[in-house]
């Protein structure tokens, strides 16, 4: 099947950067859309960002500008850059991607990592 596992967490001062790293992996045949999203201690889980077809982003509107999503599919790995973070940007942050299988081609379905955890104090 399909593993998604985010990386690049951390604890980060405000006015900081992180830049976090998804990495699909098993039998993975392309990926058409890639999101990121964040949850936070007793809130809902927003989304972040999105890119899809490769180029095309979508933002929240408090990230933009801040955020920067990018997709590397020679190597299945989607990034979020973030910049000039603060302390409401801390949360675990999560990879969710619209994978088809070299096996159910040309059926596609969301996937989810396990997250990451982002935490933005002085």
């Known amino acids: 099947q399909v593993q998604l596992v985010e990386s690049g967490g951390g604890l980060v001062q405000p006015g900081g950067s992180l830049q976090l790293s998804c990495t699909a992996s098993?039998?993975?045949?392309?990926?058409?859309?890639m999101r990121w999203h964040r949850q936070a201690p007793g809130k809902q889980r927003e989304l972040v960002a999105t890119i899809f077809d490769g180029t095309n982003t979508n933002y929240a509107d408090s990230m933009k500008g801040r955020f920067a999503i990018s997709m590397d599919n020679a190597r299945n790995t989607a990034r979020l850059q973030m910049n000039d973070l603060q302390p409401e940007d801390g949360a675990t942050y999560y990879c969710?991607?619209?994978?088809?299988?070299?096996?159910?081609?040309?059926?596609?379905?969301?996937?989810w990592g396990r997250g990451t955890q982002v935490t933005v104090a002085s």
């Open positions: 969710n991607e619209k994978i088809s299988t070299r096996s159910t081609w040309p059926n596609q379905r969301y996937y």
């Open positions: 098993g039998d993975v045949y392309r990926i058409s859309v």
